[in-house]
């Protein structure tokens, strides 16, 4: 299951000269909320630097594949080293899942959607570039199999403890 594809390799920005709208899908603003609380009761707050920089967290119909897997999520940065502040952004977006809620062979249920959602903002809003291993499976790696999603508490622990050491 590939959570991946996502997170704008150190370096790589995308430069682009218009700032988009500001726009968060109202069933996705309730996840981003939830991190940030999670991230705050973890000791490991979302810098306001960061939070201000993501301007968009969005549904879209497709995120392309990566190898044989669809990619479920996407965090783009852009202008990263752009001398206006105000100018560098980044965005979520999120694969919108069909009218049955799959995308592909994968339901995305709440649990699934949270899960990639946590994922795309632990680059965006704590800047976790690249990916962990795969055999970690963890938030931060680029596949989970289907049972992790069911651990979600251990998932979350072992997320703030390995950004904490990076911090
Ligand atoms: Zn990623």
Known sequence: ???????????????????????????????????????????????????????????????????????????ERFNENHADPEMRFRTVKIRKPDAEGYVGRIKLDALTLKTVVYHELGHCLHDFRGHLPEAT?????AALPKERFQSFHELLHQHFTLLRSRS
């Open 1 to 75: 299951m590939s959570i991946g594809a996502c997170g704008t390799p150190a370096g790589k920005s995308n430069g682009v000269g218009v700032k988009p709208e500001r726009q968060y899908e109202a069933d996705l603003l309730p996840l981003v909320a939830a991190y940030e609380a999670d991230a705050a009761a973890a000791q490991i707050p979302v810098a306001p630097e960061f939070r201000r920089q993501l301007v968009q967290v969005i549904w879209q119909d497709d995120l392309g594949q990566q190898g044989d897997e669809t990619v479920l999520g996407r965090c």
């Open 137 to 141: 499976h963890q938030i931060m790696s």
